[in-house]
């Protein structure tokens, strides 16, 4: 009845949206920020489907982007990976990702947008604020170099949070593979021989070395 339901615990929820190309520190150590912060039962890692803001580079096929983000947070039993927005395919909006999120996980759970602060900006200009405010409570994390513009953000609606400092870009690591650079310790070990073993970032694929 009504006093069980007063008496349940809500669950807290963080979701981590992100194209994954490849999956790195930084992120996780925003995640793992955020959740201690916030208090999050969980972050969930939702990899995008084809992303419509990226038109500089070919972005890798969705199943590796999905697989190499169970490989980097399965270790982490509060980190799990969504595929909603990969299976519902095209574009990615952060509006689809939230209301399918919170229709699954029911209405006893309250989400938590994790995002680099820089993208937070993008995703108010560019889509209905007001629908995504009532849908979840935005964190945006700071990034190295990015200085933040005031947002406009709504209190109470949105946080701002610095994480420790992480030069890390996954545009950073393609190039660094590309060049034949190492990134071992930007990316998890098992995402170092993932790209390897599928020859990911290189010009001729599939000529991957260790
Ligand atoms: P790209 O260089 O291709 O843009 P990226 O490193 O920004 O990739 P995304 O998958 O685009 O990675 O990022 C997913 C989310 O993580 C975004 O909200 C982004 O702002 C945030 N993010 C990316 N890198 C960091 C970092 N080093 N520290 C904190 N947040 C980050
Ligand atoms: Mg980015």
Not at 116 to 130: H, K, R, T, Y
Request: a negative charge; proline letters at 7%.
């Amino acid at each position: 009845g009504a006093a069980g339901a007063a008496r349940r615990r809500r669950t807290r929820l963080g979701v981590m949206g992100g194209t994954f190309d490849p999956v790195h520190h930084g992120h996780l150590v925003a995640a793992s920020e955020v959740a201690s912060l916030f208090g999050l039962d969980e972050v969930v890692f939702v990899p995008t489907g084809q992303p419509w803001q990226k038109t500089d580079h070919r972005v890798s096929p969705a199943e590796d982007r999905y697989l190499m983000t169970v490989i980097a947070t399965a270790s982490n039993p509060r980190f799990s990976v969504s595929r909603v927005d990969i299976d519902r395919g095209g574009p990615t909006y952060t509006i689809d990702t939230l209301r399918e999120l919170s229709a699954e996980r029911g209405p006893d759970t309250d989400l938590f947008f994790i995002t680099g602060a820089d993208v937070l900006e993008q995703i108010f200009s560019w889509q209905d604020a007001e629908g995504l405010f009532d849908l979840a409570h935005f964190i945006g994390v700071t990034r190295p170099g990015h200085q933040l513009a005031d947002p406009g953000l709504p209190p109470g609606k949105a946080s701002l949070v610095e994480v420790p400092a992480m030069a890390i870009s996954s545009t950073g690591c393609r190039e660094r593979v590309r060049h034949g650079e190492p990134v071992w310790y930007l990316v998890p070990d098992g995402i170092v021989q993932y790209i390897n073993k599928r020859g990911l970032y290189r010009d001729t694929p599939g000529t991957g070395t260790t």
